[in-house]
């Protein structure tokens, strides 16, 4: 952690913020709605025993589970326990050109051959069984991540079930999605997958890539690795032919040595920018096919006509969903003058209702952080903003003693040139600013090398869009935030990627069209 | 009887509707296919290239904002000034290339045909290509594309010409600006276009074209950080793989057009789906209620 005083604590496990000389913070000492204390909740754990999870884990090739190359395995913890969970295999290069060639073999003689007809019928089958095995796979998600059960079973698994359902009836129409032309699959797809949505990452990856007929190897994040490979499972259970997708679980150098591979023909990824530059460097003139989808640092704003209580809500769906750990978070909030007070206020009275601890809990908005760089990654950029000068609003929450954990936080006074208003934070961190006119609000928002989201709020239809037109980003939630659909694209522009997936602009990433 | 002396004119660069030389006062000698001396033109520079970033950048506002009708208008305005002046046109492409009148009107009709079928386009891609998405829950959610911004188009050097035309047109009929590097070895055909475009509606700066040696613009096109995309028809896999080298540094989007020479004279040069490569997809979504 490269703070610069250690005198100023900043979220410790049990003061969260206290005013410090020279530095003002803020901390919400009184609270209005006194949900948090006065009305203790009590516990509503999700059943977990029921589910086990095996002491380890090995990777999934040619349709087995299979020892890695290396004999090496590494620990999956639980970050709001740090307890072990697992052991999962340390997949090497050995491994991924097995993947490959399983991959290869896998196209050349069953999948690239079949009727899109039949395919697509294996993709209704995988979404059937994802839907019986919903709870668990949303438990496990949930230990493994941090992610609070009610996201998890109510968000990331209807999701992941509804894009292999999506892509299931595209793969015997897919002539149809591109006028004139005939499209034929790529061949094999080297997928690399991050740790926030890591079972809803993986259905955007493999359900298109497969409906189209290409195979895979996909690569999970290092710190969720258990819901990919419960999800190898319902691939053999589905008798989804031996090859068409393997999964190699590692550290980085398993995602290079995938994107390396002479014989993979394309490369998807999502991850932070400055991965995605690297990878994009290493298939410069290999005719491998890449898309990004990278960073962001979304701004959601707020017009003084806005609908300023829906606002809210949009505000704390669009940074505290998922702990933000999100790369589309509105994590840059740009209020009107006039309306900047009243919704400080409000935002400081809603943050303190959000109930942050074991994310098994029914009850629990806020989880566990995913893991312990990624917290101190968060507790150095909320630092740099507090040096810089912004004013630091937490909530007043008891952290668990053990375990990563970072309450809700926003900082007010933000000025452009803040670290906090310029780079990623991946946390439940907003950063607050001010515009007065239209044209200054997408001035600000456009301020930034990302392009990935944003969101626009006000009552007037004509504003709406006119700013959605000028927003440089992907995706452009107006008066809503956060949302998510198989049948809509998502992607950024500038360097937050390029390339979509979901819907019928996403198909395009796994169709060669001659 | 006395002879008549020929006037000789350097050709210029075309930067923000304008017609500067080169900032460095160079040029190169055009030479025809016999080894004769034709005319001299602008050879830019680094500092050129740039000044034609800011031009293209400061035209993609107003272009990008252009109704998809209008756009089609004064692309559609364009073609008719190219068939105006096709002679000089056909004249110019004979005596660089030695194609022969035939060859030479062979391309240069089928240039002014390429434009018209795109700026057919202009406010239709839309329409194929954007989509209204049934989402799951209770919104309105629509896709469509957007020009991505600035785009720098590398023309191959045969048809020099035709292939020019079929890359820039879908570049900019979805609203970008594009910077072009015309042929190094014929750049009178596309220097006189740029004469020709200047005449039509097209606002200044939406097309700029450079002539030059193109190996010297590989790494500034590469490393410039406000180019949004390159359209690379060069066909060159060394200069493609320098090129593809600026996705690193701030993702620009990269799109190879390698055809043969009798491609370019083919269907197969009129591909829509080239408008996709520099275009953006947004997706917004809206609540539905009451």
Known sequence: MKTKSNALKIAGRTSPARPQNGHPVVPLRERRLNFGTKWDYAPAPEESKNYVIAPRHELFINGKFVKPHSGKHFDSINPATEDPLTEIALGDEVDVDRAVKSARRAYEKVWSKMPGRERGKYLYRIARIIQEKSRELAVLESLDGGKPIKETRDVDLPLVAAHFFYHAGWADKLKYAFPGKTPQPLGVAGQIIPWNFPLLMAAWKIAPAIACGNTVVIKPSKTTSITLLRLAQIFQEAELPEGVVNVVTGVGETGTAIVKHPDVNKIAFTGSTEVGKQLAQMVVGTGKRITLELGGKAANIIFEDAPIDQAIEGIIAGIYFNMGHVCCAGSRLLVQESVF???????????????????????????????????????????????????????????????????????????????????????????????????????????????????????????IFKIVNQLRAGVVWANTFNKFDPTSPFGGYKESGFGREGGLQGLAAYCRLD | ???????????????????????????????????????????????????????????????????????????????????????????????????????AKREVTLAIDRLVYFAGWTDKYQQIFGSVNPVATSHFDFTTPEPTGVVVVLAPDEPSLLALVSLVAPVILSGNAAIVI???????PAATFAEILATSDLPGGVVNILTGKRAEFISHIAGHLDVNAIVDGAGNAELSAKLQAGTAINLKRYASRSLTTADWFATKAENPYWILDTVEFKTAWHPIGV
């Open chain 1, 341 to 463: 007070p009243t919704v400080v206020r409000k935002l400081r009275d809603r943050i303190q209702t959000l109930r942050l601890g074991n994310p098994l809990d029914k009850n629990t908005d806020i989880g566990a952080i995913n893991n312990k760089p990624q917290l101190e990654k968060i507790r150095e950029l909320v630092q740099s903003g507090v040096d810089e000068g912004a004013q630091l609003v937490q909530t007043r929450c008891t952290l668990p003693e053990r375990g990563y954990w970072y309450p809700p936080t926003f900082l007010t006074g933000v000025t452009a040139s803040h670290r906090v208003a310029q780079e990623e934070i991946f946390g439940p961190v907003l950063a607050v600013m001010t515009f007065r006119t239209p044209e200054e609000a997408v001035e600000r928002a456009n301020n930034t090398p990302y392009g990935l989201s944003a969101g626009v709020w006000t009552d007037k239809g004509s504003k």
């Open chain 2, 1 to 103: 009887m006395s002879t008549r002396l020929d006037v000789k004119k350097t050709y210029k660069l075309f930067i923000g509707g304008k017609f500067p030389r080169s900032e460095s006062g160079r040029y190169l000698p055009a030479k025809s296919p016999a080894g004769g001396h034709l005319d001299n033109f602008a050879h830019a520079s680094r500092k050129d290239f740039r000044d034609a970033v800011v031009a293209a950048r400061a035209a993609v506002n107003g272009w990008s904002k252009a109704t998809a009708y209008n756009r089609g208008q004064i692309l559609y305005r364009a073609a008719e000034m190219l068939q105006n002046r096709a002679g000089e046109l056909v004249n110019e492409v004979a005596r660089s290339t030695g194609a022969g009148a035939a060859g």
């Open chain 2, 182 to 188: 015309a042929s190094e070895k014929f750049p009178l």
